[in-house]
């Protein structure tokens, strides 16, 4: 007979760990943030990375993010709940090339992702360990994007779903919820008073929330373009990666996969320089890098063409800032009038029709290249996080 290797089928998950003050959490129970009260901070899955994994095992893997399974959080792969998200296309820019000079210029171009943008990663992992751990209904507030992924997942994995959504979000993002039969409330307000509203709301009728970063396992998915990005890249990662910024997920994400790779041998200690661009109206990363503080402030400007960037207040300020700070990075913002420029051109000269937010990183590239932040001969990654089809209503064509 034939006896599984251990490692091709299980995940190497032991616990989760608080990066802040360091309890450990037993990880086949329901977590959401640090129980230490006087932390709360985000928790970071830890995996047993010393038993000489080789990264030989990824071939004839399927093309989506659980080719990465060992480091993903399900216990049992009859509960991942898949839609094919993730092993998404490094594409170079073309047309718009002239304006690169020497530098290699690159996207990872998330737009092709089940409903449409990187959540699918976040949120697959998500629902499926909350369906190993039983969970019946799952609830996050959201800008647009987040909402419809969890939409389509808890469909597909036969749970509850609960949306709540700031009522200025175009009308595309609502719809998608209601067809995959998720439950939507729109909030008048931003993402931060869904968040309010919504806790009052779960703990009255037992719904786990999965809100960005009190919940751990969104971490893990989106992590995995960490892991694509070393692979796609032949084990050499580039040297800045330019990230729109929300709540962090992805920028922490990235950073932590990294860590893991380094950790088994996979890639060695040279780390890109981690950017993080967000929009004028919401500037808290910004100030607070540019101010040298470990926290951001509350700051809402008011409406962003770019919603997935309305975060007033990040959960993982701290953690974002810690990334930044520790990659030799930078943070900068870009205005909705810069970003509506941006998306048009890239559709244009390029032929790819990318979210607000993912636009928003090729004025970030041009500022930070005539500032020689950047410097000549660089490689340049920028994740384009969505497509930009869900915008348009917002877009003055
Ligand atoms: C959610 C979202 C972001 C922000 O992502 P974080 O990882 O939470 O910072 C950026 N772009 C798009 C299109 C999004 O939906
Ligand atoms: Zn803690």
Same mark, same amino acid.
């Given at each position: ?6 490692l091709?089928?299980d995940?190497l ?8 003050? %360091?309890?450990? /959490? #037993? ?26 994994i ?5 071939? %004839?893997r ?6 990465y ?6 216990t ?12 998404t ?5 073309q047309?718009? #090339? ?14 092709g ?23 019946? !209904? ?15 997942y ?5 749970i509850? !779903? ?8 175009p009308?595309v ?8 039969g ?10 931060s008073?869904? $968040?309010?509203?919504?806790?009052? /709301?779960?703990?009255?009728n ?7 970063l009190?919940?751990?396992?969104r971490?893990? %998915?989106?992590k995995?373009?960490?892991y694509?990005?070393?692979e ?13 910024? $929300? ?5 922490? $994400? ?12 996979w890639?060695?200690?040279?780390r ?10 919401? #500037? ?26 309305r975060?007033? *207040?990040?959960?993982?300020?701290k953690?974002?800032?810690?990334v930044?700070?520790?990659? *030799?990075?930078?943070a ?8 509506? /420029? ?21 004025q ?6 005539a500032?020689?932040?950047i410097k ?9 996080? $969505?497509?930009?089809? *869900?915008y ?6």
């Open positions: 007979m034939n006896t599984p290797i251990a091709e089928t995940s998950i032991t616990n989760l760990k608080c990066p802040e003050c %360091g309890t450990l /959490h #037993n990880a086949a129970v329901i977590n959401t943030v640090c129980i230490n009260p006087a932390c709360r901070s985000t928790l970071f899955a830890q995996y047993n990375l010393t038993t000489g080789n990264k030989s095992v990824l071939q %004839g399927p093309a989506t993010m659980w080719r399974k060992e480091f993903l959080p399900v049992d792969d009859k509960n991942i709940v898949t839609l094919g998200e993730g092993f296309p490094i594409i170079p820019l047309n718009l #090339n002239k304006f690169a000079g020497d530098n290699e210029v690159l996207w990872k171009d998330e737009a992702n089940p409903t449409g943008s990187f959540k699918a990663r976040g949120i697959s992992a998500a629902v499926s360990k909350a369906k190993e751990l039983g969970i019946e !209904a799952i609830a996050t507030p959201t800008a647009g994007n987040a909402g419809g992924a969890l939409a389509a808890a469909a597909r994995a036969d509850k !779903a609960i949306v709540y959504m700031p009522k200025q979000t009308q993002f609502k719809d998608e919820c209601r067809l995959y998720a439950q939507l409330l729109e909030v008048d307000g931003n993402i008073d869904c $968040g309010k509203l919504i806790n009052e /709301h779960a703990l009255l037992n719904w786990f929330q999965v809100s960005t009190k919940e751990p396992y971490l893990e %998915g989106k995995t373009m960490g694509e990005i070393a796609q890249f032949n084990w050499q990662l580039p040297d800045v990666i330019l990230y729109p910024t $929300g709540g962090g997920t992805g920028l922490i $994400g990235i950073w932590k996969a990294f860590d893991e790779m380094e950790q088994m041998g890639i060695g200690s040279k890109p320089r981690m950017v993080a661009v967000q929009s004028e109206s919401c #500037n808290g990363i910004v100030a607070a890098f540019n101010a040298g503080k470990q926290v951001s402030d509350f700051a809402d400007g008011g409406f962003t063409i770019a919603n997935g960037l975060v007033p *207040k990040p959960y993982a300020d953690q974002i800032l810690n930044l700070r520790e990659s *030799k990075g930078a900068l913002t870009i205005s909705d009038t810069e970003m509506s /420029h941006s998306l048009k051109e890239i559709a244009r000269y390029e032929g790819m029709l990318i979210a607000p937010e993912g636009a928003a990183l090729w970030a590239f041009k500022k930070l290249k500032s020689q932040w000549n001969g660089e490689q340049v990654l920028m994740i384009n996080t $969505g497509s930009g089809y *869900k348009l209503e917002n877009i003055d064509i």
